[in-house]
Protein backbone atom coordinates (compact mmCIF):
# COMPACT_ATOMS: atom_id res chain seq x y z
CA UNK A 1 0.00 0.00 0.00
CA UNK A 2 1.27 3.37 -0.89
CA UNK A 3 1.07 5.74 1.95
CA UNK A 4 0.53 9.71 1.28
CA UNK A 5 2.70 11.89 4.00
CA UNK A 6 0.73 15.14 3.73
CA UNK A 7 3.01 18.06 2.00
CA UNK A 8 2.35 19.95 4.91
CA UNK A 9 3.75 17.66 7.50
CA UNK A 10 6.65 16.92 5.32
CA UNK A 11 7.34 20.32 4.66
CA UNK A 12 7.23 20.91 8.99
CA UNK A 13 9.41 17.76 8.79
CA UNK A 14 12.51 19.14 6.31
CA UNK A 15 12.44 22.71 8.07
CA UNK A 16 13.58 20.85 11.45
CA UNK A 17 16.48 19.92 9.70
CA UNK A 18 17.57 21.80 7.29
CA UNK A 19 20.94 21.87 8.89
CA UNK A 20 21.66 18.24 9.08
CA UNK A 21 24.02 16.56 6.47
CA UNK A 22 22.95 13.69 5.12
CA UNK A 23 24.75 10.09 6.26
CA UNK A 24 25.49 7.66 3.35
CA UNK A 25 24.05 5.19 6.25
CA UNK A 26 20.74 7.21 4.84
CA UNK A 27 20.80 6.81 1.38
CA UNK A 28 19.33 3.91 -1.09
CA UNK A 29 22.46 1.35 -1.87
CA UNK A 30 24.31 3.09 -4.55
CA UNK A 31 23.07 6.56 -4.32
CA UNK A 32 25.38 9.46 -3.06
CA UNK A 33 24.87 13.30 -2.53
CA UNK A 34 26.74 16.11 -3.81
CA UNK A 35 26.49 20.30 -2.55
CA UNK A 36 23.85 22.12 -3.83
CA UNK A 37 21.69 25.28 -2.38
CA UNK A 38 20.34 24.41 0.61
CA UNK A 39 17.04 26.27 0.09
CA UNK A 40 14.69 25.69 -2.77
CA UNK A 41 11.56 26.81 -4.09
CA UNK A 42 8.86 24.66 -5.82
CA UNK A 43 7.85 25.57 -8.77
CA UNK A 44 5.30 23.25 -9.41
CA UNK A 45 3.27 20.42 -7.69
CA UNK A 46 5.36 17.52 -7.15
CA UNK A 47 5.62 13.98 -5.50
CA UNK A 48 8.59 13.09 -3.17
CA UNK A 49 9.30 9.66 -3.84
CA UNK A 50 11.39 7.48 -1.71
CA UNK A 51 13.97 6.73 -4.64
CA UNK A 52 15.72 8.82 -6.91
CA UNK A 53 13.73 7.04 -9.83
CA UNK A 54 10.16 8.17 -11.37
CA UNK A 55 8.92 4.38 -10.52
CA UNK A 56 10.16 4.54 -6.34
CA UNK A 57 7.18 4.50 -4.29
CA UNK A 58 5.19 8.09 -3.86
CA UNK A 59 5.51 9.19 0.11
CA UNK A 60 4.70 12.60 -0.07
CA UNK A 61 3.87 15.83 -2.23
CA UNK A 62 5.05 18.75 -2.66
CA UNK A 63 2.77 22.23 -3.41
CA UNK A 64 3.92 25.10 -5.54
CA UNK A 65 5.06 27.85 -3.87
CA UNK A 66 6.96 26.22 -0.98
CA UNK A 67 10.59 27.07 0.24
CA UNK A 68 11.97 23.61 0.98
CA UNK A 69 15.64 22.91 2.65
CA UNK A 70 17.38 20.04 0.93
CA UNK A 71 20.08 17.69 2.12
CA UNK A 72 21.96 17.33 -1.76
CA UNK A 73 21.45 16.85 -5.05
CA UNK A 74 21.75 13.51 -7.06
CA UNK A 75 22.94 13.49 -10.06
CA UNK A 76 21.73 10.12 -12.63
CA UNK A 77 24.68 8.24 -14.34
CA UNK A 78 24.46 8.68 -18.26
CA UNK A 79 21.45 11.15 -17.96
CA UNK A 80 22.88 14.13 -19.87
CA UNK A 81 22.36 16.03 -16.14
CA UNK A 82 19.28 15.04 -15.19
CA UNK A 83 19.29 15.19 -11.26
CA UNK A 84 17.12 14.27 -8.29
CA UNK A 85 17.02 16.65 -4.78
CA UNK A 86 17.09 15.19 -1.50
CA UNK A 87 14.87 15.91 1.71
CA UNK A 88 16.44 14.53 5.02
CA UNK A 89 13.74 13.65 7.45
CA UNK A 90 14.15 13.10 11.47
CA UNK A 91 13.66 9.23 11.04
CA UNK A 92 17.31 9.14 8.93
CA UNK A 93 15.00 8.65 5.88
CA UNK A 94 15.20 10.49 2.26
CA UNK A 95 12.68 11.66 0.30
CA UNK A 96 13.70 12.73 -3.23
CA UNK A 97 11.90 15.14 -5.51
CA UNK A 98 12.73 15.59 -9.42
CA UNK A 99 15.35 18.15 -9.63
CA UNK A 100 13.26 20.47 -12.54
CA UNK A 101 10.48 20.62 -9.81
CA UNK A 102 12.35 23.07 -7.67
CA UNK A 103 14.74 25.80 -8.46
CA UNK A 104 17.52 26.85 -5.70
CA UNK A 105 17.13 29.81 -4.16
CA UNK A 106 18.62 32.58 -1.59
CA UNK A 107 17.65 33.92 1.74
CA UNK A 108 17.85 37.98 1.16
CA UNK A 109 17.24 38.31 4.84
CA UNK A 110 19.93 40.80 7.13
CA UNK A 111 19.62 39.95 10.58
CA UNK A 112 21.04 42.92 10.91
CA UNK A 113 21.89 45.98 9.04
CA UNK A 114 24.79 45.93 7.00
CA UNK A 115 27.57 48.74 7.66
CA UNK A 116 30.45 49.50 5.54
CA UNK A 117 32.61 51.84 3.78
CA UNK A 118 33.48 52.54 0.10
CA UNK A 119 36.86 54.20 -1.32
CA UNK A 120 37.57 54.30 -4.46
CA UNK A 121 40.46 56.69 -7.07
CA UNK A 122 38.46 59.99 -7.90
CA UNK A 123 35.26 59.07 -6.22
CA UNK A 124 33.83 60.49 -2.47
CA UNK A 125 34.75 58.33 0.26
CA UNK A 126 31.63 57.10 1.84
CA UNK A 127 30.43 54.86 4.57
CA UNK A 128 26.51 52.92 4.09
CA UNK A 129 24.23 51.28 6.46
CA UNK A 130 21.87 48.06 4.15
CA UNK A 131 18.75 47.75 6.05
CA UNK A 132 16.11 44.92 5.28
CA UNK A 133 12.97 46.27 4.20
CA UNK A 134 11.04 43.08 3.58
CA UNK A 135 10.15 41.20 -0.07
CA UNK A 136 8.31 41.96 -3.24
CA UNK A 137 6.74 39.06 -5.53
CA UNK A 138 7.29 39.98 -9.12
CA UNK A 139 3.79 40.47 -10.61
CA UNK A 140 2.95 37.83 -13.03
CA UNK A 141 6.22 36.08 -11.73
CA UNK A 142 7.46 33.23 -9.58
CA UNK A 143 10.66 35.66 -8.75
CA UNK A 144 10.68 37.38 -5.44
CA UNK A 145 13.02 40.21 -4.55
CA UNK A 146 14.44 40.94 -1.20
CA UNK A 147 14.35 44.87 -0.56
CA UNK A 148 16.97 47.55 0.70
CA UNK A 149 16.98 51.19 2.16
CA UNK A 150 20.63 52.45 1.88
CA UNK A 151 21.59 55.33 3.84
CA UNK A 152 24.88 57.03 2.58
CA UNK A 153 27.29 59.09 4.34
CA UNK A 154 29.92 60.38 2.02
CA UNK A 155 32.48 63.37 1.77
CA UNK A 156 32.92 65.30 -1.25
CA UNK A 157 36.64 65.76 -2.40
CA UNK A 158 36.26 69.23 -1.55
CA UNK A 159 35.60 67.98 2.42
CA UNK A 160 31.68 68.66 1.44
CA UNK A 161 29.79 66.15 3.60
CA UNK A 162 26.84 64.25 1.34
CA UNK A 163 24.02 62.37 2.94
CA UNK A 164 21.69 60.43 0.45
CA UNK A 165 19.47 57.18 0.55
CA UNK A 166 19.28 54.63 -2.47
CA UNK A 167 17.76 51.31 -2.42
CA UNK A 168 18.52 47.84 -3.52
CA UNK A 169 17.33 44.53 -4.40
CA UNK A 170 18.38 41.28 -5.15
CA UNK A 171 16.49 38.42 -6.42
CA UNK A 172 15.80 35.71 -4.35
CA UNK A 173 15.57 32.87 -7.38
CA UNK A 174 17.96 32.60 -9.80
CA UNK A 175 17.71 35.64 -13.08
CA UNK A 176 19.14 33.48 -15.52
CA UNK A 177 17.26 30.56 -17.05
CA UNK A 178 20.76 28.57 -17.92
CA UNK A 179 22.92 29.94 -14.92
CA UNK A 180 22.24 29.62 -11.14
CA UNK A 181 22.65 33.76 -11.27
CA UNK A 182 21.07 36.00 -9.17
CA UNK A 183 20.48 39.76 -9.87
CA UNK A 184 21.33 42.94 -7.34
CA UNK A 185 20.17 46.59 -8.62
CA UNK A 186 21.31 49.60 -6.57
CA UNK A 187 18.98 52.51 -7.56
CA UNK A 188 19.83 55.91 -6.65
CA UNK A 189 16.04 57.58 -6.39
CA UNK A 190 17.42 61.21 -6.93
CA UNK A 191 19.50 60.68 -10.06
CA UNK A 192 17.39 61.11 -13.27
CA UNK A 193 17.75 59.09 -16.16
CA UNK A 194 16.10 61.18 -19.58
CA UNK A 195 13.78 63.00 -16.89
CA UNK A 196 11.82 60.08 -16.25
CA UNK A 197 13.88 57.14 -14.84
CA UNK A 198 16.31 56.60 -11.90
CA UNK A 199 19.86 55.93 -12.94
CA UNK A 200 20.08 52.27 -11.69
CA UNK A 201 23.20 49.95 -11.64
CA UNK A 202 22.93 45.88 -12.58
CA UNK A 203 25.26 43.38 -10.88
CA UNK A 204 25.31 39.95 -10.98
CA UNK A 205 25.57 37.27 -8.02
CA UNK A 206 26.90 33.79 -8.73
CA UNK A 207 26.98 31.90 -5.48
CA UNK A 208 28.78 28.98 -7.33
CA UNK A 209 31.88 31.12 -8.36
CA UNK A 210 31.32 33.19 -5.03
CA UNK A 211 31.31 36.27 -6.94
CA UNK A 212 29.64 39.33 -8.13
CA UNK A 213 30.59 41.00 -11.47
CA UNK A 214 28.92 44.53 -12.84
CA UNK A 215 26.22 43.81 -15.64
CA UNK A 216 25.38 47.00 -16.64
CA UNK A 217 23.92 50.55 -15.66
CA UNK A 218 21.23 52.05 -17.39
CA UNK A 219 22.61 55.28 -18.97
CA UNK A 220 26.57 54.50 -19.42
CA UNK A 221 27.07 58.09 -19.40
CA UNK A 222 26.47 58.03 -15.92
CA UNK A 223 27.82 54.61 -14.72
CA UNK A 224 30.32 52.50 -16.60
CA UNK A 225 31.99 49.05 -16.06
CA UNK A 226 34.81 49.86 -17.75
CA UNK A 227 38.02 48.32 -15.43
CA UNK A 228 35.84 47.64 -12.40
CA UNK A 229 36.98 43.88 -11.68
CA UNK A 230 34.88 41.28 -10.08
CA UNK A 231 34.07 40.77 -6.35
CA UNK A 232 34.09 38.30 -3.86
CA UNK A 233 31.43 37.00 -2.15
CA UNK A 234 30.72 33.98 0.37
CA UNK A 235 27.44 34.91 1.02
CA UNK A 236 24.52 37.30 0.56
CA UNK A 237 25.51 39.85 2.73
CA UNK A 238 28.73 40.33 0.89
CA UNK A 239 27.49 39.91 -2.10
CA UNK A 240 25.59 42.96 -1.35
CA UNK A 241 28.92 44.86 0.19
CA UNK A 242 30.48 43.88 -3.24
CA UNK A 243 27.44 44.95 -5.29
CA UNK A 244 27.74 48.53 -3.63
CA UNK A 245 31.71 48.17 -4.24
CA UNK A 246 30.85 47.75 -7.92
CA UNK A 247 28.07 50.77 -8.25
CA UNK A 248 30.34 53.02 -6.43
CA UNK A 249 33.08 52.70 -8.69
CA UNK A 250 30.69 53.03 -11.42
CA UNK A 251 29.50 56.40 -10.57
CA UNK A 252 30.80 59.18 -12.66
CA UNK A 253 31.68 62.22 -11.67
CA UNK A 254 28.27 63.92 -12.98
CA UNK A 255 26.45 61.57 -10.55
CA UNK A 256 28.34 62.93 -7.79
CA UNK A 257 27.25 66.28 -8.84
CA UNK A 258 23.62 65.98 -8.95
CA UNK A 259 23.97 64.67 -5.70
CA UNK A 260 25.51 67.48 -4.47
CA UNK A 261 22.99 69.72 -5.76
CA UNK A 262 19.81 68.04 -3.92
CA UNK A 263 18.68 69.74 -0.82
CA UNK A 264 19.39 67.79 2.29
CA UNK A 265 16.82 65.54 3.39
CA UNK A 266 15.82 64.63 7.00
CA UNK A 267 16.88 61.20 5.91
CA UNK A 268 19.02 60.21 8.82
CA UNK A 269 22.74 59.40 8.13
CA UNK A 270 24.92 56.02 9.10
CA UNK A 271 25.04 56.12 12.51
CA UNK A 272 28.36 53.99 12.72
CA UNK A 273 31.82 55.51 13.81
CA UNK A 274 33.79 53.54 11.70
Known amino acids: MIVFVPYRLLFTIVCLVMASPALAADLPAGVTLTPTQPIQFVVRDAFVRDAPDNNATRIGQLTKGQRIPVAGKVVVPKSNGTYWLALKQ ?27 KLTAADRPDCRY ?108 PAALAAALKIAHKSWQPSVWERLSQIPKSDAEPPSNSD
Open 129 to 236: VVSFEGRTQVADDIQQTADYDIAFDCKMQTGTPLTFNAGMFITELPFEEKREVHQINIDLWDVRVNGEDILSVTALYDPASKRVTFDRGNDEALSTGRGIAAEPAVDV
Open 90 to 116: PNGKIGFVFGTALLPMIDGTLKAPLNG
